[in-house]
């Protein structure tokens, strides 16, 4: 049952409650030992860090800067800031120096956390720019000082000045005091465009959020949860909050990279994820049916096709299956998707929610197929996190985003634009006034950006209003919907969609070199580079084979008629993706401007001129 009570004592009330019994499992920076603590252990170490954050001077409301991936002494320090009312500002791990010193400026931010070597050496390079910062906190133990650094101190030295509580009386005052009109978090957007945006969210946000959340999304306290998303993420650190409240394991993985590793020395039964994590693994699950003998091939392919058949045409219709498929289904979930779950680490799935890009038909067919639950969303830092969500037990239509939580008013606006009012809509952007005017129409909803519609309950998305591109030839083309749809190719890593005022659809396609390059060997293609794998006519051909298959559904004008493969991926250090991994898509028209134009140069055959005149 959840724990409702404000933020600031919710990890003692939890402690109260749970005592003992473990709450985190997390392993130090650099090292290979799973670890644990207990509610009670971390309890204590939050009110060290409250009692430290007096020692050194923050004040009520001040905004204390996170700079790091995610530690067990990230939510230390959240929640031990929440303790003395101050507020967390959250910065991604990746961040550039540029980013930081931006937000460290926009923030006021007088203490920085930061996590490893990286966070601290941009740190200190961007320390005598930023005019209001003081102090820099170090998590990893591991990490050299500057030399001339004198003012930094380590995690371990900080939390020595909270020791044995010396200011508890003061603390526990504060908690008497805090509000839910306080500020909790600042979480400043990557933004495809633009300079970020502080995000407010305050601690009554926080409350509503997962009052509503806990009726939806059923995380029990015999739950086990990976951290796998970026804290600073608010998908993530509303979910991890949630799992909190619930009383639920938390497991912290400190490298994303390490993740599938992670899930199988962990065994989790809840995670929550992007639509990328998803796309890897069918990937992988399909690799393997194309590299077995026919015969098994076969039996793979039935195998899917019965899971499809019992979890999506009948379940997630709300109808009861035959008793054949029921049977045949059982001894398929007992055995062949068994295996494959083990494999992932997920021999005891209970929710799995899915958010933050458009999730693919197929993506999502697949997973419920194999017997996970992917509870499929869609939320904004400015709605933290949650507007709609699958229901579990509830039936669910493959291509929406499910049902609107309790509390939240919405409307449909100029082109189909959702609005949103309610409880956990943010109150604006951090000192934006002129932005935040923009941000509300004159009845005081939200401006989500994003166009959809309501059918039988539940919510539909169409695609950034922004986003939206007119081809030369006036047609409308949503890029998000067309790369969704290829990303499940094997070979395609990442692809951006190009079309606005061009007179065709085209696309930039990063492939995945391994299996491109794995391709190529089978095949007698012989390249020195990646530059010239991705040049040579038979791969192009055999990709243009691969992107039809996957095309047929969509209109002819909808249809990619060119496409570059690049032999590097898009970064966030050239700025083409955010810290969340979206595509900047006037950043790549920039960086590509070359290849793109000469997509557009050459002569097109009758073919593709007859596909662009279509509709």
Known sequence: ????????????????????????????????????????????????????????????????GVFSQNAVEYLYTDFGAFGIRAVTVPLYATSSEQQIQYIIDDAQIRVLFVGEQEQYDKAQRIFSHC?????????????????????????D???????????????????????????????????TTGES???????????????????VVPVRECDRVINFLPITHIFERGWLFLSISEGAEIVINTNPKEIQQSMRETRPTCMSAVPRF??????????????????QQKLLRKALAIGRKHNIEYLSRGKRPPLSLRM??????????????????????????????????EIEEFVHSIGIDMIVGYGLTESLATVSADHKGRPFTVGSVGRPIDGLDIKFGENDEIMLKGPTITKGYYKRDELNKA???????????????????????KDRIKDLFKTSNGKYIAPQMIESKLIVDKYIDQIAVIADQRKFVSALIIPDYALLEEYARGHGIPFGSRKELCADARIHEMMAERMETLQQQLASYEKIKRFTLLPEHFTMERGELTNTLKIRRKVLAKNYAAEIEKMYEEDMTTEELSGVNGS
């Open 278 to 295: 998803w796309e890897k693994v069918y990937a992988e699950v399909i690799d393997r049916i194309d590299r077995a003998t026919p015969a």
């Open 131 to 155: 005019h209001t910062l003081e102090r820099i906190i170090i998590y990893d133990r591991r990490v050299r000082k500057a030399p001339a650094d004198n003012g930094s101190i380590y995690f």
């Open 439 to 461: 941000a509300f129409d004159e009845e005081g909803y939200f401006r989500t950006g994003d166009s959809g519609y309501m059918r039988g309950g539940e919510l539909f998305l």
């Open 157 to 191: 030295e900080f939390m020595k000045l909270g020791e044995n509580s010396p200011r508890q009386s003061e603390v526990e005052k504060l908690y008497g005091e805090a509000s839910d009109d306080d500020l909790c978090n600042i979480l400043y957007t990557s933004g």
């Open 197 to 215: 945006k502080g995000v407010m969210l305050t601690y009554g946000q926080y409350r509503a959020a997962l009052e509503a959340n806990d009726k």
């Open 328 to 361: 045949k289904y059982a001894l398929l979930h007992r055995t062949l998707f068994k295996i494959v779950r083990n494999e992932l680490g997920l021999d005891r799935p209970n929710i799995f929610p899915t958010a933050g890009a458009t999730v693919s038909a």
């Open 1 to 64: 049952m959840q724990t409702k009570c404000h933020l600031s004592v919710l990890v003692h009330e939890q402690a109260k409650k749970y005592d003992k019994r473990r709450a985190l499992i997390y392993r130090d920076f650099g090292g290979t030992e799973w670890k644990s603590a207990t509610w009670r252990d971390f309890s204590r170490k939050v009110r060290h860090v409250s009692n430290a954050l007096l020692n050194i001077g923050v004040k009520v409301q001040e905004n204390v």
